[in-house]
């Protein structure tokens, strides 16, 4: 009887590992898919949308649904999202690695709102600043809010010096904004749950430590439409 008692709570156990763990693997399979449909519906948007010679010269993007921004005179913001990286000789488009967004702000503000943030990084050095652990937007990296329009030209100057160039959607509305003071960490557990193993974000996103997975499918045909210049 205590050995059928023994086998019962391990397989209870591992039963509730087994519904944890899949339960990790499928929000985050679904936060994949939901930065995917964010790029796809602000790109069908034609005077809202991210100017596609932005969307070719980018190095990475960056892209966190449904942000919370609460606040009562002090404020502050909470995501998780996913990075990608373009290779520069291949072109071609990393696996997603999982990231958290977080900060805080001080100001007449009041309520709650859930937002899309889109970052694009325009060079490989706010790329390695985000992969190097704690990186601090405006800090770490300069931010400026980022044109939009189909029709639009972006300037050499935003490509070049811009450093990354931040864009967010709330209640419909798609706009550059300066994003600043928000710090952006990996996610271990993310990570964890996509993969099955703790690879770093430097791992994913630069080393070809892993395959695409088949829930970044519809993001890498939005990525696909816009090759590098």
Known sequence: MKKIGLIAVYTALFALLFVNSAGAESR???????????????????????????????????????????????GGKYG??????????????????????????????????????????MNKRSIDGILDGRFKLGADASVAAGPVGRAAEASTDIQLKGGI?????????????????????????????????????????LENMVSMPECADSMLRILEKYPRK
């Open 165 to 205: 160039l931040s864009y967010s959607r709330t209640r419909g509305l798609f706009a550059g904004i300066k994003l600043e003071g928000a710090v952006i960490t990996q996610e271990w557990d993310g990570n964890y749950a996509l993969y099955g193993k703790n690879f770093s974000a430097r791992q994913i996103l």
């Open 28 to 74: 985050w399979s679904r936060l994949v898919e939901e930065a995917g449909n964010v790029l796809d519906e602000i790109q069908q948007m034609p005077d809202q949308s991210i100017p596609e010679d932005l969307m070719r010269s980018c190095h990475a993007i960056c892209i966190f649904p449904n942000t919370i921004s609460a606040g009562f005179i002090f």
């Open 80 to 121: 998780q999202g996913i990075i990608m990286v373009r290779d520069d000789k291949t072109g071609y488009w990393s696996p997603p690695a999982a990231f958290t967004m977080a900060g805080g702000s001080f100001g007449w503000q009041i309520g709650g709102q859930a937002t899309d943030f889109v970052l694009l990084v």
